[in-house]
């Protein structure tokens, strides 16, 4: 799958495929909340990503429709942007 914006970076606004930008403007806000620091740990203090970092990444893919039911969240991601190479 191809994303349309950079997940590090996403945009305030939902993109035009966004089927809820509700859930996807909620998700922004928790996004600017856990951002990685420079001593390598989420801005939380959690070591980075976070429970809540990892709850963002499944919001923003939810919000375009993407189903997110897979075993563990941080491999979500990965495992989408692996399939686009």
């Known amino acids: 799958m191809r994303l349309s914006f950079d997940p590090e ?19 922004y806000r928790l996004h600017r909340s856990h951002q990685l620091t420079d001593a390598g740990r989420c801005t939380c203090g959690d070591p980075f990503p976070c429970s809540s970092r990892r709850l963002v ?16 969240a941080g491999d979500l991601l990965d495992r989408l942007t692996q399939e686009e190479r």
């Not at 990444?57 to 563990?72: D, M, Q, S, Y």
């Open 57 to 72: 990444e499944r919001g923003f893919l939810a919000a375009l429709g993407v189903n997110t039911e897979v075993g563990r």
């Open 9 to 27: 970076e996403p945009p305030e606004d939902p993109p035009a495929e966004c089927v809820s930008p509700t859930v996807w403007r909620l998700s």
